[in-house]
């Protein structure tokens, strides 16, 4: 098989809906273009998100092919609304203030996106076949698995957990190329509260965390740094990608280890 990009997803704003895309930008930053662009915060200046607010797994959202557009609804239900996602800013905060119940505005960033792990800006990386294995450990969908760990860029052609070599045994990057950009895999991403919930109805998956460890840690490949898991609740690999921007990556691009 040819090991290759097979998809890329972006998250225009924080916590909300993905939407899959056949190329994406690098910024200058090493974060792809318009993912994490918006992020929702409360009065007080925290992140209104999946892991402090489940409310947000009713909402769902669309985003126009250019990202300027938003069209939400709750838990699909028409009418749905659409706003521009800058010319009709306070108009989207007054919808998001009273789904909540609390006043929201949304703030970008243009540079960086608002990511989790601030010293690896780069997208995330996982394969289709551990989506596909993680998904049968629960007999979950694999849409329903991509949607609950929220990922960047999918390799295809590989096998389950093949990107666990793309971090080192300490804090040294692992080199890599996606087409013509070079990345450099950081860590196995820690994961938070999100993943075991339903993605359409907020509600707990029991026992979610507890048997994805023991099976992350049963069927860790023997080219992952054991050292790196001081736990196994970890998947997908982060990234940074240093002076590329403006570069490009596009769906089908070949994927090497350097």
């Not at 698995?145 to 390799?155: A, G, Q, S, Y």
């Amino acid at each position: 098989m040819i090991c290759r990009l097979a998809r890329i997803d972006r998250f225009p704003v924080k916590s909300l809906d993905g939407i899959s895309v056949p190329q994406a930008q690098v910024l200058a930053s090493g974060a792809l273009q318009g993912d994490r662009t918006y992020a929702l915060f409360d009065a007080q200046g925290r992140f209104v998100n999946g892991k402090r607010t489940a409310a947000i797994h009713h909402l769902r959202s669309t985003f126009s092919e250019d990202g300027q557009f938003i069209t939400i609804a709750i838990d699909s239900h028409l009418p749905a609304a659409t706003f521009h996602l800058q010319q009709q800013r306070s108009d989207l905060e007054a919808w998001l203030s009273d789904y909540f119940q609390q006043p929201i505005t949304l703030q970008s960033n243009l540079n960086s996106g608002f990511l989790d792990d601030t010293y690896a800006a780069g997208p995330t990386v996982i394969s289709t076949a551990t989506l596909q294995t993680v998904a049968a450990w629960r007999n979950l969908s694999l849409e329903e698995t991509r949607r609950r760990f929220r990922t960047n860029l999918e390799i295809d052609g590989v096998p389950a957990f093949w990107e666990d070599q793309l971090f080192g045994p300490d804090s040294a990057p692992v080199r890599f190329a996606i087409g013509d950009v070079v990345l450099e895999g950081i860590n196995p991403c820690q994961r938070c509260i999100v993943p075991t919930r339903d993605t359409l109805t907020g509600a707990a998956t029991a026992d979610f965390q507890k048997t994805f460890s023991q099976q992350r840690a049963a069927t860790l490949p023997d080219w992952a740094p054991s050292s790196r898991f001081n736990h196994f609740y970890k998947l997908a690999v982060n990234t940074n990608i240093i002076d590329q921007g403006g570069h490009t990556l596009n769906v089908g691009d070949s994927v090497s280890v350097i």
